[in-house]
C-alpha cells in the first residue's frame, strides 16, 4: 500500500479528496497536513509515495513545498492541484519537479486518470527497485561465493595470491583459528556463531565455513604480541561458545603470518594440531605448533597410548607411531610410578609387534634391539632406542597397504550406505574400532581429501541425482541426503558447484 500526503490549508479541501479515494477505492494510505511547513516536516521524517498539494497556503506555498520536498525523497510522486485562474502558474512546475496537476473543481474522471498514473509510476518504480535489490543480492552472493572459493583455494595451496591489494586487510600480518566441534554446529548456528565473531572481532575477519563440524577464522593481528592477542580471542571465543550454546570445542590458533604464501602450510599444521583434540574431554585451546607431549591429560592410560601406537604399527604408520612415542613416554615420566622394568617391557613388546608388522623375522635383530632396551640406563634412552628401531624398520608394503586399502574401502561402504544418519569422524571410528585421530590420517593419506569432505560430496552427488531425476522439493532433498537446514545445505551445494540447487535443476530442463 503506498502513502499519499494531502496539503491543503481548506479542511474541506482535504475531506473531499479523501473521500474520492475511499469512493474510487484506490488502497492509499492518507495522511494530511494543512500547511506546506508541516507537510515538509512530516516529509523529512517519514516515507511518502506520493504528495498531493495546493499552490496558495499559508507559511510555504506549494511550489515551494514540492521542490524541497523532492529534495527530501527524489522518488516523491508529486501532483499539484490548483484553481483555474493559477493554471499558467501551475503549469510552469511541471518544468521542474511535479509529476503531474489537476485543476479546482477537481472532476472525477481527471482526477481518476492523474491518480492512476501516478500509481502506476509508483508500481513501475516499486518494480524496478525490487529488480535493482534482486540483482544485487545476486551480485552479493557471487562475490560471496568467490571469495569463499578464494579462500578455500588459499588454504589448500592453490597460488592466488596476485597483490597485496586483493588480499585481505591489505596483505598485513594475519593468524588462522580453525573452530573444530565433535557434534554437527554450523549447519544450525552458522548465523548465531557469526554475531559472536562479529562482537568480538570488531567485524574485522573473514570466515570460511568448511562443513558442520569446522570454519577457519582469519583476522588481522600485529607481528609482536600477536600471538597474545589471538591467544585470548581464542579462548575468548570457546567460553562464549560454552556460555551460549553449551558445546565443547578445540580451537587450534596458529602463529602470526607476515607472508600470505604461508598460509596453506600454516593450516596443514594447524590440522596436525587438531589430532590432539581426541586427547581432551572438554573444550581446548591449541596452538600450532606446540609440543603437546605435556599437555595431554592424566586420565589417559598408557594402555590406550600404547593401544594407539600398535594401531599406527600395524597400519605401517611409524611417523604417527613415533608421535604417539613422545606422549606415551612423558606420560610416564610425568606419572612416575611405572618401574623401569614395566617400561622396557612395553617397548620390547612394541618392537616385537614392529618387526611382526614389518616381515623381518630376524631373530638376532629382534633381540638385539631389545638388549639395547633392556641395557638402557634412563627413561630417555629406551625412549630413544625404541624411536630408532622403529625408524630402522621398513614396513612391508604389501599387506599393511592392502590393510589400510581395506580399512578405507569398508569406511566408503559405510558412507555410501549411511550418508544420511548423522556421521561423525567419531562414529565412523567407533564401528571400525580404530582411534578417529588415525581414521582421519589413514583416510586422508588413502584418498587424498579428508573423510568430512568425503561425506560432503557423497551428498551432495546424491543431492544432484535427486534434482535431476526426481521433482521433490529442495528443503525434502536436503533432509533426504542428510541435512538438518535446507538454507545450509542450499549454501553448500552453491560452494561445491557454484550454483543453488534451483538453478542446477533450471539448468537440466533447458
Known amino acids: 500500500m503506498y502513502t499519499i500526503l494531502i496539503v491543503d490549508d481548506e479542511k474541506i479541501e482535504r475531506d473531499g479528496i479523501r473521500g474520492l479515494i475511499a469512493e474510487m477505492k484506490y488502497e492509499l494510505h492518507v495522511i494530511e497536513a494543512e500547511n506546506g511547513e508541516k507537510a515538509l516536516e512530516y516529509l523529512r521524517l517519514n516515507p511518502v509515495d ?39 502558474y501551475a503549469r510552469r512546475a511541471l518544468y521542474t519537479n511535479a509529476s503531474s496537476y489537476l485543476l479546482k473543481p477537481i472532476d472525477m474522471d481527471e482526477f481518476a486518470g492523474v491518480m492512476s498514473g501516478v500509481i502506476q509510476k509508483c508500481s513501475d518504480k516499486a518494480t524496478q527497485q525490487l529488480r535493482t535489490a534482486e540483482i544485487m543480492q545476486g551480485y552479493q552472493k557471487g562475490l560471496e561465493y568467490e571469495k569463499e572459493k578464494w579462500l578455500t583455494d588459499l588454504l589448500n595451496g592453490i597460488n592466488v595470491i596476485s597483490d597485496a591489494g586483493t588480499l585481505p586487510f591489505g596483505g598485513g600480518p594475519a593468524a588462522l583459528m580453525l573452530i573444530d566441534f565433535k557434534e554437527r554446529y554450523f549447519d544450525r548456528n552458522y548465523e548465531a556463531f557469526e554475531e559472536i565473531v562479529q562482537q568480538l572481532t570488531a567485524g574485522e575477519y573473514e570466515m570460511l565455513n568448511l562443513n558442520e563440524y569446522q570454519s577457519v577464522l582469519i583476522v588481522p593481528c600485529p607481528p609482536s604480541g600477536g600471538r597474545e592477542k589471538i591467544r585470548g580471542l581464542s579462548e575468548r571465543m570457546a567460553e562464549r561458545i560454552a556460555e551460549r550454546f553449551y558445546r565443547h570445542c578445540c580451537i587450534v590458533f596458529s602463529p602470526v603470518i607476515s607472508d600470505w604464501q604461508e598460509i596453506s602450510a600454516c593450516y596443514e599444521q594447524m590440522e596436525q594440531t587438531l589430532d590432539y583434540k581426541f586427547f581432551f574431554e572438554d573444550t581446548v585451546v591449541l596452538f600450532a605448533g ?11 592410560s598408557a594402555e590406550t597410548l600404547i593401544a594407539d601406537i600398535n594401531q599406527f604399527i600395524n597400519l605401517g604408520e611409524h611417523a604417527g607411531a613415533s608421535r604417539s612415542i613422545e606422549l606415551l613416554f612423558n606420560h610416564l615420566s610425568r606419572n612416575g610410578s611405572s618401574s623401569a622394568i614395566y617400561v622396557k617391557y612395553l617397548c620390547s613388546d612394541l618392537v616385537r609387534n614392529a618387526f611382526e608388522q614389518s616381515g623381518r623375522r630376524q631373530k638376532t635383530d629382534f633381540q638385539q634391539t631389545v638388549e639395547r632396551i633392556f641395557k638402557s640406563d634412563s627413561i630417555l634412552d629406551v625412549k630413544e632406542v625404541l624411536l630408532q628401531a622403529l625408524s630402522e624398520i621398513e614396513p612391508e608394503g604389501g599387506a599393511q597397504g592392502e590393510s589400510k586399502r581395506h580399512l578405507v574401502q569398508q569406511v566408503i561402504r559405510i558412507v555410501e550406505k549411511d550418508f544420511r544418519d548423522d556421521l561423525s569422524l567419531e562414529a565412523i571410528a567407533g564401528r571400525v574400532s580404530l582411534n578417529p585421530t588415525y581414521l582421519s590420517h589413514v583416510f586422508k593419506k588413502e584418498t587424498g581429501q ?6 560432503t560430496l557423497q551428498r551432495l552427488e546424491r543431492a544432484q541425482h535427486l534434482l535431476g531425476s526426481t521433482n521433490m522439493k529442495i528443503v525434502d532433498i536436503a533432509e533426504n541426503v542428510g541435512y538438518w537446514s535446507s538454507s545450509y545445505f542450499c549454501l553448500t551445494f552453491k560452494k561445491y558447484y ?9 539448468m537440466l530442463d533447458e
Not at 290 to 300: K, L
Open 50 to 88: 506520493i504528495l498531493l498539494t495546493d499552490i496558495k497556503m499559508p507559511f510555504m506555498g506549494g511550489l515551494e513545498l514540492a521542490e524541497q520536498a523532492s529534495l527530501a525523497q527524489p522518488s516523491l510522486e508529486i501532483i499539484i492541484y490548483s484553481a483555474y485562474g493559477e493554471f499558467d
Open 290 to 300: 606446540d609440543d603437546f607431549a605435556g599437555r595431554i591429560p592424566d586420565i589417559v
Open 450 to 455: 579428508s573423510l568430512i569432505k568425503f561425506i
Open 498 to 506: 557454484g550454483i543453488s540447487p534451483q538453478k542446477y535443476r533450471e
